[in-house]
């Protein structure tokens, strides 16, 4: 996902207060798929999921004559399966796991789950039965849904357990002091969830959630959000969910926000402000500069433009395309690679001299491909732009580590380079693997390959199995060294999603198992050390301490957004289950369609 500051700067005085507060995690947690509880089991302090009956099917409106809007492409794999979600909860029911019989470590009132040893499980398909047809074209047996997908469904069910009890309609979760955080006030963790409940078949979830949007999501409201990430959260999130389901109630709420957040394009450069008051029609910079990032002004295109796809109302995608037209010819470039910082008065970069493929400028190079993929690969300065970048990238930001010389990606300052690499740079694989599925040159592919096994060792070198915020790797071999250095300000890890993500892309184009093994892995890694007991996994502020990895008590709505979505779609063997041909994911894993020509 592409980042913003707000993501990555100080903690809210709000989370150190929580962070002195909550009780640590002592023990690991298991990974596996616990055993289906009956809803009224008195499970005291250890609640586990119940499985769910099987749901009715969500009650889908038209769109109303005033709007002039295309009809979704259905993806008709997803419709099937949720006819299969039945079979599916009868095979959890049939073939659950017996949970072992250990007391629970209570630490400070913090009920932890004991480690339990299990063998994981394989990732052969199970048997369902066959699901009534649908009709649609070219309808084709679905793949069955396998075990390590069921996990998924689990840890999905067990993280919005949590932010029903303690945040339903409140933007994140809390998970340990069982209560909720604001930052838009606009329920983002549930719009963030949509698309990946129906992806994953959740129905009576899905129901419940569009309830809210129906009933309780208003936007008229006297509050500042970031355009960057209400576009790629809210906005994609509900254009995705109005795609998949074909509900025109999301559509309605996405020109809504659309429209509202466009004020953000009144500049003098056209390049759009960070913030907008999306009840009083005002926006702002940020209160100490006049600055945007360059990642967050050219990282909205694809939401806008589809917004205009789908309305007919082209200022949507006339203020987006302009950003990226004046971006084209800007000066202050390096062999493709852009600066951290754009003026909006100006339109000028600023700060220049710094590069990096991390915070603040990494989805300016997803959205240089996926706009020319989204657009039918008409737009030839975009896909000019992109391949410059990446020879950029080649030419100045390439290094390999020792002792196992891991090619990674780090940055220049100035013209000297830093061997620093954010984890936000793990997109870049799935990327590099989308433009050669696509076309672009093979040595893309080679590229992915190799940056895709160092950001696997980013977690496979840490103590705990997941990755930090942030790395150093080592350019000289030293005895008792690892490759991955890790400072003390950059070991937390927020459940980011960026080397899942690259492992779906992997996976689904060369098929090789090794992916699927390693996200596996992390999943239940995942499980080990940041899922709290009474519902939702927790942010953590050590990777390096399994013992205490220091939880943050914070769920980040990309979480269930973009992480538990994209472990899904890795785990699965159904190239239909969003086909990569017919969409394109926004840097928030909410899936657009690709533009067939009129």
């Not at 038209?62 to 095979?91: C, F, W, Y």
């Not at 009534?132 to 679905?142: F, L, T, W, Y």
């Not at 220049?412 to 040159?441: E, R, W, Y």
Request: charge should be negative; hydrophobic fraction near 35%; aromatic fraction near 10%.
């Amino acid at each position: 996902m592409g980042e913003t500051w707000k993501s990555i700067t100080n903690k809210s005085l709000d989370d150190q207060r929580t962070e002195q507060e909550i009780p640590r995690l002592k023990l690991a947690n298991p990974a596996v798929l616990p055993a289906p509880q009956k809803a009224d089991a008195n499970h005291g302090d250890y609640p586990e999921l119940s499985l769910q009956k099987p749901p009715k099917p969500p009650h889908v409106r038209r769109g109303p004559s005033n709007l002039q809007i295309k009809a979704p492409r259905r993806d008709t794999r997803l419709k099937t399966r949720h006819d299969t979600m039945r079979a599916v909860e009868e095979l959890v029911e049939a073939d659950k796991v017996e949970k072992t019989e250990k007391s629970i470590i209570s630490w400070r009132g913090a009920v932890i789950e004991p480690d339990q040893s299990t063998e994981p499980p394989s990732s052969k398909i199970t048997e369902l039965e066959k699901p009534s047809p649908v009709e649609a074209e070219d309808q084709k047996e679905p793949v069955p849904i396998n075990e390590r997908q069921l996990a998924v469904i689990e840890a999905f069910r067990h993280a919005w357990k949590g932010y029903k009890d303690f945040a339903w309609g409140h933007d994140e979760l809390k998970p340990l002091s069982k209560s909720y955080s604001e930052w838009f006030g606009l329920g983002l963790t549930l719009i963030d969830a949509l698309d990946t409940m129906w992806i994953l078949g959740l129905k009576e979830e899905f129901e419940e959630a569009r309830k809210w949007v129906a009933n309780d999501l208003v936007f008229d409201k006297n509050v500042d959000v970031n355009l960057f990430e209400s576009t790629i959260r809210i906005l994609g999130g509900l254009l995705s969910t109005y795609h998949l389901s074909g509900d025109s109630l999301f559509l309605e709420k996405a020109k809504d926000i659309g429209n509202r957040l466009m004020p953000a394009f009144k500049t003098p450069s056209k390049i759009p402000y960070s913030d907008v008051n999306i009840g009083r029609g005002t926006a702002h910079p940020p209160r100490w500069t006049s600055d945007s990032t360059v990642a967050e002004v050219t990282s909205i295109q694809l939401e806008f433009r589809e917004l205009s796809h789908l309305t007919g109302d082209e200022k949507f995608r006339k203020a987006v395309d302009e950003v990226m037209k004046h971006v084209h010819i800007l000066s202050g470039k390096n062999d493709g690679l852009v600066p951290m910082f754009i003026n909006t008065n100006s339109g000028q970069f600023t700060h220049l001299g710094v590069y990096t493929l991390g915070a603040r400028a990494d989805s300016y190079y997803e959205y240089l491909l996926k706009q020319w993929i989204q657009g039918g690969k008409k737009e030839n300065e975009l896909l000019e732009d992109y391949m410059r970048a990446i020879e950029g990238v080649k030419k100045h930001l390439l290094q390999r580590s020792e002792p196992k010389k891991l090619t990674f990606v780090g940055e220049l300052a100035h013209g000297h380079f830093s061997a620093k690499m954010d984890h936000l740079v793990c997109f870049l694989p799935g990327t590099l693997a989308l433009g050669a599925h696509n076309g672009l040159a093979a040595d893309h592919m080679k590229l992915a390959e190799t940056l895709i096994e160092t950001c696997y060792q980013m977690y496979a070198q840490v103590e705990t199995g997941l990755s930090p915020e942030i790395v150093h790797f080592n350019l000289h071999a030293q005895k008792g060294h690892k490759d991955v250095e890790i400072k003390p300000a950059d070991r937390h890890n927020l459940l980011r999603p960026e080397t899942v993500e690259s492992l779906f892309y992997m996976y689904r184009f060369t098929g090789d198992k090794k992916y699927q093994d390693w996200g596996w892995e992390i999943l239940q890694n995942f499980n080990r050390y940041t899922r709290v007991p009474t519902g939702g996994y927790t942010s953590i502020n050590n990777v390096q301490n399994p013992s205490n990895p220091e939880p943050r008590d914070k769920m980040e709505s990309f979480f269930l957004g973009e992480t538990l979505k994209y472990m899904f779609l890795l785990f699965s063997d159904d190239i239909d289950l969003i086909n990569l041909d017919k969409y394109v994911f926004n840097t928030e894993a909410h899936p657009l369609p690709i533009w067939v020509p009129a």
